[in-house]
Every structure is written in structure tokens, then in C-alpha cells.
């Protein structure tokens, strides 16, 4: 959402761990909300730290190695499956950048 913060971005699925909540239980909550996948196998992939000129993000990182089901914009959201190889850091949040060099260099 352009009105969003880093808006008008493409960004990966997930989002807040709440309360009370393990990182891969937030992490299979946030792709059920976003995109109707049941995440079968996770592991950790990596972890960032940035800061923007108005708020300071940590980016706990993981990687779905197995899940069911076809994805869907559960939020209104396009979406869009990409070759890791077609990937560009310029139409992510800058938070993102270190993700895709990671995915790329693998």
C-alpha cells in the first residue's frame, strides 16, 4: 500500500510475533493471514538489522522449505512468484537488500 511504510514495494510474506507467540508460530500464522499456505517446514535463514531515516527494523528471517496449498492475496495484495535469479533490490525495501544477496549467492 502506498500510504504504508516503504509502500509501493514489493515485500515478503510475514510480519509482527505477538505477544506470547514463538517466531515459527507467528511465521505460520502471518502466511496463512497473507497468503492461505500451510507452512509444513521452516528454518532460520537469516537475521538484519537496519535503519531507516524514521525507524529502526529487525528482519528475523526464514525460509518455507515445504508447505500446502496455492497462494492467494488474502489482503488485497498482488502477488507474485519470481526465479530467485529475477529478484532486483530496487523493488524491495531497503531492509531487503541483504535477503536477496543472501538468496542469490546460495
Same mark, same amino acid.
Given at each position: ?5 516503504? %509502500? ?5 510474506? =510475514? %510480519?509482527? &510475533?505477538?505477544?506470547?507467540? %514463538? #517466531?515459527?508460530?507467528?511465521?505460520r500464522r502471518e #502466511?496463512?493471514?497473507?497468503? =492461505?499456505?500451510?507452512? *509444513?517446514?521452516?528454518?532460520?535463514? #537469516? %537475521? #538484519?538489522?537496519? !535503519? !531507516?531515516?524514521?525507524?529502526? &527494523?529487525?528482519?528475523d528471517v526464514w525460509? &518455507?522449505?515445504? !508447505?500446502?496449498?496455492?497462494?492467494? =492475496? ?12 529475477? *529478484? ?10 541483504e535477503i536477496i ?6
Open positions: 500500500m502506498a500510504d504504508a511504510h516503504q %509502500g509501493n514495494k514489493w515485500e515478503f510474506p =510475514g %510480519g509482527k &510475533v505477538e505477544e506470547s507467540e %514463538g #517466531i515459527a508460530a507467528a511465521l #502466511i496463512q493471514e497473507e497468503l =492461505g499456505l500451510e507452512v *509444513l517446514k521452516s528454518e532460520p535463514f #537469516i %537475521g #538484519i538489522s537496519h !535503519y !531507516y531515516h524514521d525507524k529502526w &527494523v529487525f528482519l525460509k &518455507v522449505t515445504d !508447505y500446502r496449498g496455492n497462494a492467494e =492475496g488474502r489482503e488485497g495484495q498482488e502477488i507474485e512468484w519470481r526465479p530467485i535469479s529475477k *529478484l532486483k533490490a530496487r523493488d524491495f525495501p531497503a531492509a531487503n537488500i544477496e543472501k538468496l542469490q549467492s546460495m
